[in-house]
């Protein structure tokens, strides 16, 4: 099966189901990052990845990582964390600063959040598609995950931690609202041991896009403040 290629000024995405079984998940490439290109890809269960020399690549992988905001797995650990309210819960208020906190080099040295995925994300958030978690310890910003919220689901693009446990913080927030809210899925793309310990399930892809397409349409606002006085039980 040959990889789709994207028209870059009128990008038309393939269906979900061709994508490559290796590499997992691969889709398409081409296309641009313009927020109607980048909404319509979530809304397909799509989504971009790839490095400063590639060319924009799309994926769908044949196991989603998820989580459900109802059955997050909040430790001990973090419960004492959260109920110790060391960190001030901001939404929206630094949203370029989280995104380029989640493109520092990590392990390897390199990230795959280039400039023209920030400008592309950043550009999504003043459309108000696009939102972030913030967790600051007085001044400083300490942790945060941002992404693309989508009727019922939040795709989750995101996270860093500058103290222990601080994205773990911004994802507990943010699932707590979006459990009040009626939000039923977090995407987190794919597995990993830190998602995996927070309760995150992995979900055929063709589960995952029957559920995506039950509700993507839901209209739910982003009504999530700023909450560093939530309680914790």
Same mark, same amino acid.
């Given at each position: 099966?040959?990889?789709?290629?994207?028209?870059?000024?009128?990008?038309?995405?393939?269906?979900?189901?061709?994508?490559?079984?290796?590499?997992?998940?691969?889709?398409?490439?081409?296309?641009?990052?313009?927020?109607?290109? &980048?909404?319509?890809?979530?809304?397909?269960?799509?989504?971009?990845?790839?490095?400063?020399?590639?060319?924009?690549?799309?994926?769908?992988?044949?196991?989603?990582?998820?989580?459900?905001?109802?059955?997050?797995? #909040?430790?001990?650990?973090?419960?004492? &964390?959260?109920?110790?309210?060391?960190?001030?819960?901001?939404?929206?208020?630094?949203?370029?600063?989280?995104?380029?906190?989640?493109?520092?080099?990590?392990?390897?040295?390199?990230?795959?959040?280039?400039?023209?995925?920030?400008?592309?994300?950043?550009?999504?958030?003043?459309?108000?598609?696009?939102? @972030?978690?913030?967790?600051?310890?007085?001044?400083?910003?300490?942790?945060?995950?941002?992404?693309?919220? #989508?009727?019922?689901?939040?795709?989750?693009?995101?996270?860093?931690?500058?103290?222990?446990?601080?994205?773990?913080?911004? #994802?507990?927030?943010? @699932?707590?609202?979006?459990?009040?809210?009626?939000?039923?899925?977090?995407? @987190?793309?794919?597995?990993?041991?830190?998602?995996?310990?927070?309760?995150? #399930?992995?979900?055929?892809?063709?589960?995952?896009?029957?559920?995506?397409?039950?509700?993507?349409?839901?209209?739910?606002?982003?009504?999530?403040?700023?909450?560093?006085?939530?309680?914790?039980?």
């Amino acid at each position: 099966m040959n990889l789709a290629f994207l028209d870059p000024d009128q990008p038309k995405f393939p269906d979900p189901s061709t994508a490559l079984a290796e590499p997992d998940g691969l889709l398409a490439f081409g296309g641009n990052l313009e927020p109607k290109t &980048l909404v319509d890809a979530y809304r397909q269960g799509i989504f971009p990845w790839y490095q400063d020399d590639d060319p924009i690549l799309w994926w769908s992988p044949a196991t989603r990582c998820l989580i459900e905001p109802k059955a997050l797995n #909040i430790s001990r650990r973090l419960l004492r &964390l959260l109920r110790q309210q060391p960190y001030q819960i901001k939404t929206d208020s630094a949203f370029s600063e989280v995104v380029k906190a989640c493109a520092e080099p990590r392990g390897d040295g390199g990230t795959w959040i280039t400039e023209e995925m920030m400008d592309a994300y950043t550009a999504l958030h003043e459309q108000g598609q696009a939102h @972030c978690v913030e967790v600051w310890d007085g001044s400083d910003l300490v942790g945060g995950i941002y992404g693309v919220h #989508i009727g019922g689901i939040f795709c989750g693009e995101s996270m860093f931690s500058r103290v222990d446990n601080g994205s773990k913080v911004a #994802i507990a927030h943010l @699932c707590q609202w979006m459990a009040a809210e009626g939000l039923e899925l977090l995407d @987190c793309q794919m597995i990993n041991p830190h998602l995996l310990s927070l309760g995150a #399930i992995s979900m055929p892809r063709s589960d995952f896009l029957t559920r995506l397409h039950n509700i993507r349409d839901r209209q739910h606002k982003w009504s999530l403040t700023d909450s560093h006085d939530w309680q914790w039980r």
